[in-house]
Every structure is written in structure tokens, then in C-alpha cells.
């Protein structure tokens, strides 16, 4: 089945532990991102990618740290967590950045920041 | 700066009933849009891709328009069910992003 599969689903933290949320896709699709998605802000994107070893922010980079160093796997890192960065994560992915492709949605992180 | 906009914010219906959620969007620009469905604490899931040559795409008792002159799209539900209940998203993707707007928030009652 096409998918994207992001791990964990739900993950409590402390402020400061250092934390990686993986983000995998098995439709040998370019380009990957990350989203957040809060309350009266809607969805943002963190930061995307749109191959291997090409990565760029975007809307609310600050904080968060990103690899792709092969294909199918597009981690996001968050190297000194805060509270603020509370949210419901999403990772997409789609065959390439423009010319049409819809995008696939994994099923988010929950991720509580204490 | 490409801003959507997703009215109503929230509509509750009786089952059966048709109906129209709109989407409207400040740059004409863009090379598709997308309809996806969120239900509570879960993931998107894709309903609808239009591209921006398309005027309609339909799937089921769904049926998504686009206009991109006047910058607007329609989700038509046909029939609804109590199973709709939900949040749509629309979101359009034109220079290097999807750009969601905040969303509708579906309830359909028995």
C-alpha cells in the first residue's frame, strides 16, 4: 500500500531532550515535508525537501533541524525542544514539487513538549 | 502573498442534505488544488486533486470545482451522511508550497 508512516503517533517530552520524529515513504516520491498544525493557525510548513541532500526552510523553520539522506526517509529533529513547539506534526510527500501531483499525507505526531 | 480562505468555519446539517463548501484563494497562479479530509486527531486524506487547466474533478457523491479566475473552489457533498462528519481542507499549491486554508468543520446529525 502506498503510504507515508510517521513514528511515533504520540510522544511526551521534556524541555531540552532532544527528540527525532521519522517520516518514512515507500512511493519513491522526490520531494518531502513537514508540517505543523495548530489551533487558529492551520497548517504550516517547517521545512522541505526536494530530493536527496536538498533541503530548505520554510514558514516556521526555527527550532527544527532536517536530513534527507536517502529517498524514502525525511526525519525531523528537534534538538533542544520547547513548549512552543506543541503541536500535531505532519510529514508529506508528493512525486515532485510542481507540475501538478497531489500530495500524500502521513496520519501526524502529537507531539506534548512539558 | 498567497492567502485562502474556507467559508462557512463550521456547519452543522441533517443527514441527507446537499452541500457546498467553499474555498476562495488570492492568487490566481497556481498549478492545482486539493481537497483533503481531516477527522479528529488524525491525518489528511486526499479527496479531490484539481489541476489548474481542470474546471472539475468527481469522486463518489463528491464533486470539487475550480474557478481560477475568480480565485474560488466548491466541494460539493451530495447525499450526506453522518460518516461526512468532519474537517475540509482546501489547499493550493502554486510557486513552491501547499498553502492550506483553516478549514470547514462538518457535523451531519441522524
Known amino acids: 500500500e502506498a503510504q507515508v508512516t510517521q513514528n511515533p503517533r504520540y510522544l511526551i517530552t521534556v524541555t531540552g531532550k532532544k527528540l527525532t520524529v521519522t517520516c518514512s515513504q515507500n512511493?519513491?516520491?522526490?520531494?518531502m515535508s513537514w508540517y505543523r498544525q495548530d489551533p487558529g493557525l492551520g497548517l504550516r510548513q517547517i521545512y522541505y525537501?526536494?530530493?536527496?541532500?536538498?533541503?530548505d526552510k520554510g514558514d516556521v523553520p526555527e527550532g527544527y533541524k532536517v536530513s534527507r539522506k536517502e529517498k524514502r526517509n525525511f526525519p525531523l529533529i528537534l534538538e533542544s525542544p520547547s513548549p512552543n513547539q506543541t503541536s500535531l506534526y505532519f510529514c508529506?510527500?508528493?512525486?515532485?514539487?510542481?507540475?501538478?501531483?497531489?500530495?500524500?499525507f502521513g496520519s501526524g505526531t502529537r507531539l506534548t513538549v512539558v | 502573498k498567497q492567502e485562502v480562505t474556507q467559508i462557512p468555519a463550521a456547519l452543522s446539517v441533517p443527514e441527507g442534505e446537499n452541500l457546498v463548501l467553499n474555498c476562495s484563494f488570492t492568487?490566481?497562479?497556481?498549478?492545482?488544488l486539493q481537497w483533503f479530509r481531516q477527522d479528529p486527531g488524525k491525518g489528511l486524506t486526499s479527496l479531490l486533486l484539481i489541476q489548474s487547466s481542470q474546471r472539475e474533478q468527481t469522486s463518489g457523491r463528491l464533486n470539487a470545482s475550480l474557478d481560477k479566475s475568480s480565485g474560488r473552489s466548491t466541494l460539493y457533498i451530495a447525499a450526506s451522511q453522518p460518516g461526512d462528519s468532519a474537517t475540509y481542507l482546501c489547499a493550493v499549491f502554486n510557486t513552491d508550497k501547499l498553502i492550506f486554508g483553516t478549514g470547514t468543520r462538518l457535523q451531519v446529525f441522524p
Open positions: 492568487d490566481s497562479a497556481i498549478y492545482n
Open positions: 525537501s526536494m530530493n536527496v541532500e536538498v533541503t
Open positions: 512511493m519513491n516520491h522526490e520531494y
Open positions: 508529506a510527500s508528493s512525486l515532485r514539487r510542481a507540475g501538478g501531483y497531489g500530495y500524500t
